[in-house]
Nanobody, 124 residues
Framework: QVQLVESGGGLVQAGGSLRLSCAAS????????VGWFRQAPGKEREFVAA????????YYADSVKGRFTISRDNVKNTASLQMNSLKPEDTAVYYC?????????????????WGQGTQVTVSS
C-alpha cells in the first residue's frame, strides 16, 4: 500500500510558476515509479510526467516538455512537479500516482495508487 497526498495547487497567472508536491507513506517509496496526471473539466485524465525509482529517468508529455520538471527525494519520501511558463490550458486537477513496476509509463492503468488531487488554475 502507498498513500499519496498532493499539495501546492492554486491560482496563478499565465506565465507564472507553481510547484506541486506529493508526500508518500507506506511501501518503500524508492521502489515505486511516480507519475503525475491531470484532468481538465470535461476531459479525460491525461499523463503529464513520470520518474523512475532512482530518479535517473524522466518522461514528459509533449504538451509540458521544456516547461515542467518532475523530481523526487527518496529520503524525504516526496515527489515534486515544478511547473513554469504556465498556460490557461494547464488548468486541471493534478494527481500524483505510484506504480510498483520498474519502468515508468504514461499508461494510467499501470498506476495502482493515487492521491486525491490538487487544483491548478491558470488565468489568462
Amino acid at each position: 500500500q502507498v498513500q499519496l497526498v498532493e499539495s501546492g495547487g492554486g491560482l496563478v497567472q499565465a506565465g507564472g510558476s507553481l510547484r506541486l508536491s506529493c508526500a508518500a507513506s507506506g511501501r518503500t517509496f524508492s521502489r515505486v515509479v511516480v507519475g503525475w496526471f491531470r484532468q481538465a473539466p470535461g476531459k479525460e485524465r491525461e499523463f503529464v510526467a513520470a520518474i523512475s525509482w532512482s530518479g535517473g529517468r524522466t518522461y514528459y508529455a509533449d504538451s509540458v516538455k521544456g516547461r515542467f520538471t518532475i523530481s523526487r527525494d527518496n529520503v524525504k519520501n516526496t515527489a515534486s512537479l515544478q511547473m513554469n511558463s504556465l498556460k490557461p490550458e494547464d488548468t486541471a486537477v493534478y494527481y500524483c500516482a505510484a506504480d510498483v513496476n520498474y519502468s515508468p509509463t504514461f499508461q494510467e492503468s499501470a498506476y495502482e495508487y493515487w492521491g486525491q488531487g490538487t487544483q491548478v488554475t491558470v488565468s489568462s
